[in-house]
């Protein structure tokens, strides 16, 4: 991370100037040298080229205009407004004028809500892949979380209904849906969390039922993000469809009528909610809401939750990037504040204890970036009919949602105690970031669901886990660079780790799911991080990326007695390095490895 850091002498410097500096008013892409260089593998060189200005530009909004708009909408909240001037129940959210400017940044100047729907987005001549739209979420989450919620559920609602949706529906949304004018922008949202039901979707209450030729909803839809999107996709159960699952279906259904009426629903309370506190989150009475349904559903097997969970999916990656993004801001937070702290004579960075602790920050914030540029480029190539890709993303998402949202906590919560007791004070970004980083672990399903998916229907179903293991060996294999040793103690690790989780799927032991998902997370994240680091060394470039993976093998994969006084010798070594921006040789990460 190059950051310009002027620090005045000791004698010249005024009481403020004691305190330590933070990022805002630097540019996040520009910083970012780990983003900079996985570019080059992850993205074609024409893609790259073409895209790096406006990531750039996209860095400088987020470091200075976007950060400023995030911090006044976390004190200035949305406000329901449940009856207009005459009493009528016409509920209206009422933002700060500084989220809406937020909203014009995100969807308008960005497009990042379309980019990957049409064509022609900051003039790619055909729809931007996934692993270049994932860079735009990375970047703008490092200030504001909260919005991209929205964001992304735009982008995933226009996806789910092209594919599944009635024509009418399409027609009448799809355009405003992608615009990024936003005078016709329709905004769109996920609805399915009841009070009967929120991982248990089978439980789901909400009723649809047909009247005069057309679908109607009835219930109480109770944890509805975005509330006030124009479009939002409802998971209910026709009357006498069959209980559980199968008798889901999805409905679109607008804010507002043809007519301009609003449509037959009510937003009743919006959630005081832990953290993304700028984005509205209700609950949601349908009263007979008109409905458009997503083929021919009724009183039968329906196929809306299977359909839904493509936007789910889609959702769980969403949120690894913004855990990507939100780790990014805390290192570079924990960073900036170890270089210009004064303690006991010099800069708190110089002291051992705290250097062992940033390498703790970096290192699942490294992680996570190679997991989200390796998902985001499986996907793509899912996209374009790769089978193999289709199932190595089936397993491959769900480790990136459960992991990264877990480490998000733990490194939102150290950078917050490098910068010490102003962490905790909500004039600096530290404490935000602590209270939206437990958003990722309840959203798209828990810690726990998403560990049950990778054991119980990634692996125990789809056998994911061995397409997985065989794609990360063959990176080994065809990787120049990496040591012999060391890509042989890899190409165990991964043995190990796909045997263990296979074992835990077959015998249903649930109570090692988490434990089964962390190795596969880990052994996946070591093999990139350690073939990324020779790719680039090997091209005259950075290799410090084989020497995060070492730090991942020894703290995650290796057993460590914690009553034995090791020397460390490794970690400390590597820390000169990690923690230095200056580039480390091929050689030079070489001889490391062998510590």
């Known amino acids: 991370m190059n950051m310009e850091v002027k620090i005045k002498p000791r004698e010249e410097r005024e009481l403020e100037d004691w305190v330590a500096s933070d990022c805002h008013g630097l540019n996040f892409f520009d910083i970012d040298s780990s983003l900079q260089d996985l570019l080059t593998i992850y993205l074609p060189d024409d893609l790259r080229a073409h895209m790096t200005p406006v990531y750039r530009e996209l860095g400088e909004v987020a470091g200075n205009r976007l950060d400023e708009l995030s911090r006044i909408c976390d004190r200035h909240l949305p406000v329901l407004h449940p009856r207009d001037a005459r009493g009528r129940n016409r509920d209206w959210i009422e933002y700060h004028p500084a989220f809406r400017e937020m909203e014009k940044i995100g969807y308008g100047d960005f497009g990042i809500h379309c980019m990957s729907r049409r ?285 990264a949202c877990r480490d998000n906590i733990t490194v939102a919560t150290g950078a917050l105690e490098v910068r010490g007791g102003n962490g905790f004070i909500e004039d600096w970004v530290n404490s935000r970031l602590v209270r939206d980083a437990h958003t990722g672990l309840l959203w798209e399903g828990t810690s726990n669901i998403n560990a049950l998916d990778v054991t119980t229907r990634a692996i125990a179903k789809a056998g994911a886990h061995e397409a997985l293991a065989e794609d990360l060996k063959g990176r080994l294999a065809s990787t120049d660079g990496v040591p012999g040793q060391y890509a042989g103690e890899l190409s165990g690790l991964i043995d190990r780790a796909v045997k263990f989780a296979d074992e835990i799927a077959a015998t249903g032991n649930e109570i090692k799911a988490r434990q089964a998902s962390n190795a596969l997370y880990h052994a996946t994240s070591a093999t990139l991080l350690a073939t990324e680091g020779a790719t680039l060394g090997r091209a005259g470039g950075d290799a410090r990326r084989m020497l995060l993976s070492r730090l991942v093998v020894d703290t995650r994969l290796r057993a460590v007695d914690p009553l034995t006084n090791s020397d460390g010798s490794f970690e400390i070594e590597a820390g000169n390095y990690l923690l230095s921006d200056a580039p480390v040789p091929l050689d030079v990460a070489t001889d490391l490895l062998r510590l």
């Open 119 to 403: 064509a022609g987005v900051h003039g790619w001549p055909t729809k931007v892949p996934p692993m270049a739209k994932y860079v735009f979420q990375y970047l703008f989450t490092q200030s504001e979380f909260g919005l991209m919620c929205p964001i992304s559920l735009t982008d995933t609602s226009s996806m789910l209904l092209e594919r599944y949706g009635p024509e009418e529906a399409k027609e009448k949304f799809l355009p405003r849906m992608r615009s990024q004018d936003m005078d016709e922008l329709y905004r769109g949202a996920q609805f399915m969390t009841e009070k009967i039901g929120g991982s248990e979707v089978a439980n789901l209450a909400v009723t649809a039922r047909q009247e005069n030729g057309e679908w109607r909803l009835y219930g109480d839809k109770w944890f509805c993000s975005s509330a006030d999107a124009e479009v939002c996709l409802v998971l209910a159960r026709p009357e006498g469809a069959p209980k559980g699952n199968s008798g889901l279906a999805i409905f679109a259904v607008p804010r507002f009528l043809d007519n301009g009426d609003r449509n037959d629903y009510r937003i009743v309370r919006l959630k005081d909610k832990m953290g993304t506190k700028s984005m509205a989150s209700g609950e949601i009475i349908f009263n007979g809401a008109l409905a458009y349904a997503f083929g021919d559903v009724g009183a039968k097997p329906n196929p809306g939750l299977r359909q839904m969970l493509d936007q789910v999916n889609m959702s769980r990656l969403s949120h690894g990037v913004r855990a990507a993004g939100m780790m990014r801001r805390c290192l570079n937070e924990a960073m900036m504040a170890a270089r210009t702290r004064d303690v006991f004579g010099e800069m708190i960075i110089n002291k051992p204890l705290l250097r062992r602790q940033l390498l703790k920050i970096m290192v699942p914030t490294e992680q996570v970036l190679s997991m989200v540029m390796h998902v985001s480029n499986t996907l793509h190539r899912a996209e374009q009919g790769d089978e193999e890709a289709k199932l190595q993303n089936r397993i491959l998402t769900a480790l990136l949602k459960f992991r």
